[in-house]
């Protein structure tokens, strides 16, 4: 029993984790704050105009390169491919070439919204994969790894995956809903100079 307490404390801590997060998300609120970040040493941090940046990834299984990409929310598995293929952009994407499109305000505002809330969600859910790696991390490394939790976190870690995903794929919905036809096609004859 006392060798399968850190076992337990550590579930515990988890699904209060993922309890809260749970009704955070049913209840529509949410923190624009990235609080993943509050838990790195602070040699490690360097402070630039941007957001954090991570020189070495803390979370052994995380490269540096993919832990500043979920700390940051930014862009990786090409989640959005089978939207942009299909005349589907992203939201950043049209705001970048906004001049050109001949954006009115209506648009670009409709067009911030969008790309702060896919913004939200990758770093929401970016913090969430790198809590669940330290989670997987800690298990194997104090040999309190079984089939039950390989299992739970292998699921959440895919959970969250289809999250991000959702996220990319529905911002781009909402743009190519936001932009006319012709707008499109001109943001996609601009991206391929």
Request: proline share 7%.
């Given at each position: 029993?006392?060798?399968?307490?850190?076992?337990?404390?550590?579930?515990?801590?988890f699904l209060t984790t993922a309890k809260a997060q749970t009704k955070a998300d049913s209840t529509g609120s949410h923190s624009h704050l990235d609080t993943t970040a509050k838990h790195l040493p602070r040699k490690n941090i360097k402070r630039s105009p941007g957001p954090l940046v991570v020189p070495h990834?803390?979370?052994k299984t995380l490269s540096d390169v993919k832990y500043n990409t979920l700390l940051k929310g930014g862009d990786f598995d090409d989640m959005a491919l089978a939207a942009v293929l299909n005349h589907y952009p992203l939201?950043?994407?049209a705001l970048k070439?906004?001049?050109?499109?001949?954006l009115n305000p209506d648009q670009i505002s409709k067009l911030k919204d969008v790309s702060s809330v896919l913004h939200r969600k990758k770093v929401e859910m970016g913090g969430n994969i790198i809590h669940n790696e330290k989670m997987l991390?800690?298990?194997?490394?104090?040999k309190q790894a079984d089939d039950g939790t390989i299992i739970f976190y292998t699921n959440r870690y895919g959970l969250y995956l289809g999250e991000i995903r959702?996220?990319?794929?529905?911002?781009?919905?909402?743009t190519e809903n936001i932009l006319s036809d012709v707008q499109i096609k001109k943001l996609e004859s601009?991206?391929?100079?």
């Open positions: 029993m006392i060798k399968q307490l850190p076992l337990i404390v550590l579930f515990l801590l990834s803390p979370v939201p950043d994407s070439y906004k001049v050109q499109l001949g991390d800690t298990l194997f490394k104090i959702n996220a990319v794929l529905q911002a781009c919905y909402k601009l991206e391929k100079l």
